[in-house]
């Protein structure tokens, strides 16, 4: 497994570019910036943590110097974060297999595959951590992030209903969407197998 | 050449279709050519003959599946017998040198071998052994650019394995140019 090279530029659908790069240590200001100004809907009312408090991503920025959180950023001009996504690790007890992977991107960014891009970076360096499996929590109101994911593989292997309750008191379903974290080179095998050894249409 | 009528062939499980799309598509996305490409599968499925067809042209391609190729790639012995016979008469065949034994070729074939398996297993893994085999064809036809087949390359393969393709395309590359200079001046 070749260990990607950061920053890495990419270009979204509408031609912009972003810069990828790990999250650092002296990033909180502009991550607290970031999530400052995601407008409150029923997206980031269900953030796990209260994004809106400073003191909640200085502690997130911490965190993720440990092994316990990997977090990359995306990038534009004078270094302003766009979009942010984490994986969660155990890394021990029964678990310890698994990644929870988190993503949020400004509105301005959305729809234009940089949630998709984010997840990719997630699922690769779960890959070299020797994670086995990523599951991801959504709501069912969650169109869009959870279209996300299924487009890199994420399936719904569970839903539990009315499991979850926005600021108006609406009940909502839970899902849990997980994939597995193939070895690239199993992938190969299975991309030349799937040329070979396809034979619809012939 | 203004067309090249190629033909890769081998067993299944080598790569052999998945060598003939990054060849085509290096033509077509990152060197300006058109191509068009087909495959076939033997009887059965894994460890049977198949090929993979490509037309390579500066020009528009009016008929797309290879009649007589004038180049033939080949990486099992069984496609070198299947095969062999339709290469034109002063066409151009690549093998995989420990795979293959050459007979009854007609005069004017030029040959070039290469152990690609061999190769690849050194690099690590035999999955690449195709990819080996591409950086030959690349070195020794020059048929498509260096710069596109990388590019096709790392736009082919699954994320994470760039680098070691790559390098396989490289050690492939550099065995088929040296080798091609070398029968150039014998």
């Known amino acids: 497994m070749d260990k990607p090279e950061y920053p890495q530029r990419v270009t979204l659908k509408n031609g912009r570019t972003v810069l990828l790069r790990p999250l650092e240590s002296g990033d909180e200001a502009e991550l607290a910036r970031f999530f400052s100004k995601l407008p409150p809907d029923e997206c980031t009312e269900f953030f796990k943590d209260d994004v809106y408090d400073s003191d909640v991503v200085r502690r997130f920025v911490r965190q993720c110097g440990a092994d316990r959180i990997w977090a990359i950023l995306a990038l534009v001009e004078r270094g302003r974060v766009v979009g942010d996504a984490s994986l969660h690790m155990t890394r021990d007890g029964w678990r310890r297999h698994v990644g929870e992977v988190r993503v949020v991107v400004a509105p301005a960014f959305q729809r234009q595959k940089l949630d998709t891009m984010l997840i990719s970076e997630l699922v690769n360096h779960a890959s070299l951590l020797g994670l086995k499996k990523l599951e991801a929590l959504v709501l069912d109101c969650q169109v869009e992030t959870r279209t996300a994911f299924e487009h890199l593989g994420f399936r719904e292997e569970a839903r539990l209903g009315k499991h979850a309750i926005d600021f108006h008191n609406r009940l909502h379903d839970l899902l849990i969407l997980t994939n597995t974290v193939e070895d690239p080179w199993l992938q190969m095998e299975n991309l030349v197998a799937n040329l070979e050894f396809s034979r619809e249409g012939y | ?186």
């Open chain 2, 1 to 186: 050449m203004d067309l090249v009528e190629l033909k890769v062939g081998g067993f299944g499980g080598q790569g052999i279709i998945l060598a003939g799309l990054i060849i085509g598509k290096a033509a077509t996305l990152f060197d300006n050519q058109h191509s068009a490409m087909t495959q076939s599968f033997g009887p059965e499925a894994r460890g049977s003959a198949c090929s993979s067809q490509v037309i390579i042209s500066k020009n528009r391609i009016l008929y797309p599946y290879v009649r007589r190729p004038n180049i033939l790639v080949v990486m099992s012995q069984e496609a070198f017998t299947k095969f062999s016979p339709s290469l034109v008469p002063d066409g151009t065949l690549l093998y995989e040198s420990d795979l293959v034994e050459l007979a009854n070729l007609p005069a004017g074939v030029k040959t070039a071998g290469i152990p690609c398996t061999r190769i690849a297993e050194e690099l690590g893994t035999k999955i690449v052994a195709n990819i080996v085999m591409v950086g030959f064809f690349t070195g020794q036809t020059g048929v498509v650019s260096r710069e596109a087949i990388r590019k096709a390359i790392e736009n082919s393969v699954p994320r994470g394995t760039e680098k070691l393709n790559l390098e396989a395309f490289e050690r492939g590359y550099t065995f088929g140019s040296s080798d091609a200079k070398q029968r150039v001046a014998s």
